[in-house]
């Protein structure tokens, strides 16, 4: 095949893990941004609220005095250096907080001022840094400045040698109780740290919503299963589901008229060595946009010079004649019954190349009808005197209409409607048809945000609205959703 053919979407596992969690979180965009905005909203909230704590230090140095057994200056800073992690647990003593507490005049109790305090050493040094917080910034340097007061004296008489004269080490306060500064909240802070906690809680949303979604969104996550070809893509517009087909006049580079351009091409080459030139358009179940599909996809094989039909096979709940405009009293039910010939029953649909089969009356029995002999030859016919015939069929779960169509057809094209079709019925319909031996041509997503076709080439052309290039008397086809 050359080069240069259209690129046909597979439904194969997706191999680039990496990739794919940076397109879903691409798709989910907005689940991430709420998620984030919504803590880091929290989070500024609750660091608001906080009552604001304040924080005053102190540096104590430990010095190793006349020690007996000290023979050196080196001697002394290791004898110092020991002593060090034992003064860090003495800060928090009863000892040490009574002393601070009498003496300080702080009005705090015990266990209140231990709560407060905490103090550390630098590792390989001999300096002790005792800190209180409090929620009054007086009353935290006030009881920071007792504990380095208290600590100096304690250790002073602790250290006293049991026969007298100077005490083995001592502490000395190098840098007193500092001015207390606001250490909570941390408002920038604790904002980003939510923010980040909000993008994590995102990503795990999308990971479980994506994980364990069930509903079609794109072609990704279409199940691999499926085994099918993704032909096409058509994008979410409203002007489709207002009424009308695609304008698929020279110019029109609308991003639906692109999208059902590339599923006419894509068609044609689905099979090169057989083109399918009669064509059965169905979905899993109702409103999924088979009808539109089909009509627009006639429209624009017509637009190509190649003369079509539009046979309605939906002998249930027809629509082709409602939006075409033409005549539905008479139509296929009449040349399956044996009332005429299917050259009277075929009506012009005002679009050039385009003509169109309407249901007729609605039978009791339209199974019956359409899994007859007649039915098979009448579409023969059709396909003698048409380059394309394409019919419009209801859908595969409710009814067994399609699947018996499906015999007289060269392939079946599926129609799935993305956020809508769940993935559990698309696989049923497509293990129905191919029980029933059909061949799936391959499948078109309806309603696809952010698809392909949804971009505008500009400098190629203008946006042009959504409405048949008919002369003035002849009626609009409609292809609503």
């Known amino acids: 095949m050359s080069d240069d053919l259209p690129e046909i979407a597979t439904a194969e596992p997706n191999r680039r893990p990496v990739a794919e969690l940076l397109n879903v979180a691409r798709r989910s965009w907005w689940i991430l941004a709420c998620c984030a905005l919504g803590v880091a909203v929290i989070g500024l909230a609750t660091s608001l609220a906080q009552q604001p704590e304040y924080e005053s230090t102190a540096t104590l140095y430990v010095t190793s005095g006349s020690d007996p057994n000290t023979q050196s200056a080196y001697q002394g800073s290791q004898a110092a250096q020991q002593r060090v992690a034992s003064y860090v647990e003495l800060v928090q003593s009863d000892a040490i907080l009574t002393s601070a507490l009498r003496d300080g005049a702080i009005g705090l109790t015990t ?206 709940r027809p629509e082709v004649a409602t939006r075409t405009g033409r005549v539905s009293a008479v139509g296929f039910t009449n040349y399956l019954r044996g009332d005429t010939g299917m050259a009277e029953l075929v009506q012009p649909s005002g679009y050039l190349n385009l003509d169109v089969l309407t249901s007729g009356e609605l039978p009791p029995n339209p199974a019956e009808l359409l899994a007859s002999d007649r039915a098979a030859e009448g579409i023969r016919e059709l396909a003698d005197r048409y380059d394309y015939v394409i019919i419009d069929s209801p859908p595969v779960l409710p009814v067994t209409d399609a699947a018996v169509t499906a015999r007289c057809v060269d392939g079946v094209l599926l129609v799935v409607r993305a956020g809508a079709t769940k993935a559990p019925d698309l696989v049923d319909a497509v293990d129905m048809l191919r029980a029933a031996k059909t061949k799936i041509l391959g499948l078109v997503l309806n309603r696809v945000r952010g698809a392909y076709g949804s971009y505008r080439y500009t400098g190629y052309g203008t946006k042009t609205d959504i409405q048949v290039n008919t002369p003035a008397d002849q009626p609009t086809l409609r292809a609503n959703a």
């Open 111 to 316: 266990d209140e001022a231990r709560a407060r305090l905490t103090a550390s050493a630098t590792p390989d040094t001999v300096l002790v840094t005792v800190s209180a917080t409090d929620t009054e910034p007086v009353r935290a340097r006030a009881l920071t400045s007792a504990v380095a007061q208290a600590m100096t004296e304690y250790i002073e008489t602790l250290e006293q040698p049991s026969g007298g004269g100077d005490s083995l080490a001592k502490l000395t306060v190098v840098s007193s109780a500092s001015p207390s500064e606001q250490v909570a909240p941390k408002v920038p802070r604790d904002v980003a740290v939510a923010l980040l906690l909000g993008l994590l809680v995102g990503l795990l949303v999308v990971y479980l919503r994506e994980r364990f979604d069930v509903v079609v969104r794109n072609t990704s996550n279409v199940p691999p299963v499926v085994g099918a070809p993704v032909l096409g893509t058509v994008p979410h517009e409203t002007e489709l589901s207002e009424g009308g087909t695609i304008n698929f006049a020279a110019g029109a580079t609308s991003g639906a008229a692109e999208s059902y351009r590339r599923l006419r091409t894509n068609l044609a080459f689905s099979d090169v060595d057989h083109p399918p030139r009669i064509v059965l358009v169905t979905s899993a179940g109702p409103g999924e946009g088979k009808t539109t599909t089909a009509l627009n996809l006639a429209a624009s094989i017509a637009d190509g010079g190649d003369r079509v039909v539009i046979v309605d096979g939906d002998l249930r």
